[in-house]
């Protein structure tokens, strides 16, 4: 499955932007899917999961309470709704497939998931 992250851009801090990450090639209702971040000089980190139902999401700590993810599976699409962004936000934003089930606890690392879409950029400037 191809995965094509879209919606990202400069906003400025307490904006709002939505991202998209539409799947082709295959269909991601049964996977958990999830969102990264890369800022420049630093290694990517988790942002969001959500399961393969919608029905569990997790956050990364730093983003609870600002970011929203959520998924269409008749869209085969997951979103991430970013508000009060910061410009510690700034960063490219990916999305990507977990390989691992939503059971014990909720994919996280870079290692849990498989198929990566190739980023949007989201500059937040102060």
């Known amino acids: 499955v191809q995965l094509q992250a879209s919606g990202g851009g400069l906003v400025q801090a307490g904006g709002s932007l939505r991202l998209s990450c539409a799947a082709s090639g295959g269909t991601v209702s049964r996977y958990a899917m999830g969102w990264f971040r890369q800022a420049p000089g630093k290694e990517r980190e988790f942002v969001a999961s959500?399961?393969?139902?919608?029905?569990?999401?997790y956050y990364t700590g730093s983003v609870k309470g600002r970011f929203t993810i959520s998924r269409d599976n008749a869209k085969n699409t997951v979103y991430l709704q970013m508000n009060s962004l910061r410009p510690e936000d700034t960063s490219v934003y990916y999305c990507a497939s977990s390989r691992v089930r939503w059971d014990a606890r909720p994919p996280t690392t870079r290692a849990d998931f498989g198929s990566w879409g190739q980023g949007t950029q989201v500059t937040v400037s102060s």
């Open positions: 959500i399961s393969w139902s919608g029905s569990n999401t």
